[in-house]
C-alpha cells in the first residue's frame, strides 16, 4: 500500500478498502483520484472475489469537495472543456456508485461537503460519527449542488433538501442520520471493531452487511441549535416551499418578523450572500431533480455545468473560488448582482446544451439490484 498514492487500496479477503489520501487538502477529489476511483470501482464490479467496497477518508476528512484549483487555472487560460472533463469523470463515477452491483460502505469520519457527498451519498451505505460535518456550499462558490445532489437533496423530507442546497448549511452526523443523508450512526471509537466485522462477511448480500451495521448502530439526540427539530422543520417548510428563491427569502423574512429566531436571521444572511446566479439554477436543479431519475440528473447537471466554466452567461464560479478558495477575501463581486437582474431566460440558458459540446451518455449497466433500479 503505497502511501503517496491519493488513493490507497487496501484488500482484506474479499473486501477491498480505499482510502482518500490528500489529508492537507481535505481529501479533496483531483482529476487523479476520480480517474483512479472509477477504474477500481468498475474492476471490483467485474472481479468475482470482491464482495464489498468500503470509502473512507484519511485525517480530519473523508473528502471536503472537488479540488475546483486547476479547473480555475483552465478557464483562466481559456480552456474551460478540460474543466467540463474533470467534472464528466466524476458524474460518470457518482453514476457508477448510484447503480452499483456490490454493497459500498461510507465512513463518513469528518469533513463530507460537495463532491465528498457525490462519492458517498449515492451508495447504500454511509455511516456518519460524532465528527461528521456536511454541507452543500456551492452557491457560495458561485456553482450548484452538483454531483447527482439535485437527485439526492429533492428526496429529502419536505423541503429540507432546498434548505441544505441553497444555504450551505452544516449538519452533523445526527442530522444526517434524522433526514436520511446518512444510514447509520456510531461513535468513531467503535468504527475500527466495525471494520474488522465487515472485512470477515465475504458476501455481497446487502441484507448481512445491514444487520453487521445495525448492530454498531445508535440513535443520537439532535444538538439544541439543529435544524431538524420539529419547529425549524415547519417554518423550512414554509418558506423554501416557495416557488422562487424570492418568495422563499420574503417568507423568512415574514416569520423573522413574528420574533424569529437567530437560525432565521443566520438562514437570510447566508442566502443573501450567495450568489443570484447560483441561488436560482440551485432551485430549479433541485424542484426538477424531484421528477428524474439519477442519470437524467446527472447529465442535466452537465448541461448546467459547462454553461458555469464557460461564463457565457455568469462568471460568477471564477468571481466565487478567486473571493473564497484563492484571495480569501470573502468578498465576491457578483454579476447579476441582485436577484432580479438575474431574469428566468437566463436561467433557461443554463438547461440547454452548450453548442457543440455532446451531453452526457451513461453506460447500460447489467444485474441491478432493485436499490439501484429504483434510481432510474
Known amino acids: ?52 467496497v468500503i470509502l473512507k477518508g484519511q485525517g480530519r476528512a473523508f473528502c471536503a469537495g472537488g479540488d475546483v484549483s486547476a479547473v480555475v487555472r483552465d478557464i483562466g487560460q481559456g480552456n474551460w472543456r478540460l474543466g467540463a472533463k474533470f467534472f464528466a469523470d466524476e458524474y460518470m463515477l457518482n453514476y457508477v456508485m448510484a447503480t452499483y452491483t456490490k454493497p459500498q460502505v461510507s465512513i463518513l469520519n469528518g469533513i463530507v461537503m460537495g463532491g465528498g457527498a457525490g462519492v458517498s451519498v449515492h451508495g447504500p451505505f454511509r455511516i456518519a460519527t460524532e465528527n461528521t460535518v456536511f454541507a452543500m456550499p456551492e452557491t457560495v462558490l458561485g456553482l450548484f449542488p452538483d454531483v447527482g445532489a439535485s437527485y439526492f437533496l429533492s428526496r429529502l423530507p419536505g423541503f429540507f433538501g432546498e434548505y441544505v442546497g441553497l444555504t450551505g448549511a452544516r449538519l452533523d452526523g445526527a442530522d444526517m442520520l434524522a433526514c436520511g443523508l446518512a444510514t447509520h450512526y456510531l461513535p468513531s471509537t467503535r468504527l475500527t471493531a466495525l471494520e474488522a466485522e465487515l472485512c470477515r462477511v465475504d458476501s455481497s448480500d446487502p441484507a448481512l452487511v445491514s444487520t453487521i451495521l445495525d448492530a454498531y448502530t445508535q440513535n443520537p439526540h439532535l444538538k439544541q441549535q439543529s435544524a431538524y ?29 413574528h420574533g424569529g429566531d437567530d437560525w432565521i436571521s443566520s438562514t437570510i444572511r447566508a442566502l443573501k450572500k450567495a450568489s443570484p446566479a447560483s441561488l436560482k439554477i440551485s432551485l430549479r436543479s433541485i424542484r426538477e431533480g424531484r421528477l428524474q431519475g439519477v442519470g437524467q440528473c446527472l447529465s442535466r447537471e ?59 451518455k451513461f453506460p447500460a449497466r447489467k444485474n441491478l439490484p432493485a436499490l439501484a433500479m429504483a434510481k432510474l
Not at 487538502?25 to 470482491?50: G, T, W
Not at 418558506?239 to 423574512?253: N, Q, Y
Open 1 to 52: 500500500m503505497a502511501s503517496h498514492s491519493q488513493v490507497l487500496v487496501e484488500e482484506k479477503s474479499s473486501v477491498r478498502i480505499l482510502t482518500l489520501n490528500r489529508p492537507k487538502q481535505l481529501n479533496a477529489l483531483s482529476f487523479q483520484m476520480i480517474s483512479r476511483l472509477l477504474q477500481l470501482f468498475l474492476a471490483y464490479e467485474e472481479d468475482p472475489s470482491v464482495k464489498l
Open 229 to 257: 427539530h420539529r419547529q425549524v422543520l415547519d417554518v423550512i417548510d414554509r418558506c423554501f416551499s416557495g416557488r422562487t428563491v424570492e418568495e422563499i427569502i420574503a417568507a423568512l423574512e415574514r416569520e423573522a418578523t
Open 302 to 360: 452537465y448541461r448546467m455545468v459547462c454553461h458555469v466554466l464557460k461564463g457565457d452567461i455568469s462568471k460568477d464560479f471564477v468571481e466565487g473560488c478567486r473571493a473564497i478558495l484563492i484571495d480569501k477575501d470573502k468578498n465576491p463581486k457578483w454579476e447579476p448582482w441582485r436577484l432580479e437582474e438575474m431574469k428566468d431566460r437566463m436561467v433557461e440558458q443554463y438547461f440547454k446544451r452548450v453548442e457543440e459540446e455532446e451531453d452526457l
